[in-house]
C-alpha cells in the first residue's frame, strides 16, 4: 500500500497492481516531479466511448499498456478508481500527470473506470472524492473541482460524471470509500475428500462414506435408484447409482461394475 496511516482512502500501489516500469525501462525514473504547492486543481475522467467491464488490477493495468503504446512514461491518471471504489496509484502526488494538455502540473487526476453512458457506483464516486479531500488537506487548498472537457475540448468524462463534478461531487450518506483486495492471490480452489478405500463398499458394510458416496451420487444427478435416498448401509441402489455414474465417464466393463476406485471417487467430487 501506499501514502501514509492518516489517508482517508487506502491506495493499492503501482507494485501492488503490477505497473509496468516507466518508459519500459527499469532504470528510468519516470516523469518529473511536481510539489504540493504547484496543485490547484482536481480533474476528473472516464475510460471514453465503451462500457468498462473489468474491475481489479486490470483497470490500471490496461490503462498503462495503452498509454505506454502511445510513447508516454506509463499510465496518465495520478489515480485510477474501479467500480468497486479501489483506488489505484498510477502518477500519484508527486509526479507530473499526462492528463490534461496544460494541466498536467497544476492538476491532479483520477480516472473512474466507466465508458459511454455508464453510471459509476456510489462505491467508485465515494473513492474519488475521498481523494479530492484529500489531495486538498495535502495542498492545504481548495482545488477546483474540474472535469476533464473543463480544460479541453472533448467529450470526457462523461455526462453521469460530468454532472457529478458540476454539483460538486457529493457522496450518499452512508457510503465509504472502498477497501482495496489483495491483488495477485487467487482463492485456493477446494480439494476432494480422499478416498477412504474400496472395502467400505461392499456387501454388508456399514459406514459414513457410504452415505457420503450417496449424496454426491445426487447432486451429479444419479441417484435415481435410490428409493428412501442415500444411507450408510451399501445396497444395490448404491452399486447402481455407482454403475450408471461410470458409464457416464464413458467407461465400460470392469471399469463400470458400480464399485467405486480412487479415479470414480475422484471424479464424482470433482
Partial sequence: MSGDPAMSVP???????????????????GPATVPLTARTEFFVHYDGAHHITATGPAVPQAIDRQHQSKGWAGIGYNFVVDQAGHAYEG???????????????????VQIAIGGDQKPTEAALATARAL???ACARTGRT??????????ATDCPGEHLYKWVQAGMPVKAGTTPGKPTAP?????KPQPPLFPGRHFFRAGANNAHVTQLGRALVA????????S?????????????????????GWSGSDADGYPGPQTWRRLFA
Avoid at 11 to 29: E, F, L, Q, V, Y
Avoid at 235 to 241: Q, Y
Fill in 91 to 109: 502518477r500519484g502526488w508527486t509526479l507530473q500527470g499526462a492528463h490534461c494538455p496544460g494541466h498536467n502540473v497544476n492538476g491532479l487526476s
Fill in 220 to 227: 451429479k444427478g444419479y441417484g435415481r435408484h435410490y428409493q
Fill in 143 to 152: 482545488l477546483a473541482k474540474r472535469g476533464h472537457r473543463d480544460g479541453i
Fill in 132 to 134: 479530492y479531500d484529500e
Fill in 184 to 188: 495477485g492471490k487467487p482463492k485456493p
Fill in 11 to 29: 491506495i493499492i500501489s503501482r507494485a501492488a497492481w503490477g505497473a509496468k516500469p516507466w518508459n519500459g525501462d527499469p532504470k528510468s525514473k
Fill in 229 to 249: 435416498g442415500p444411507g450408510p448401509r451399501w445396497t444395490e441402489a448404491d452399486r447402481r447409482n455407482v454403475e450408471a455414474f461410470q458409464r457416464a465417464q
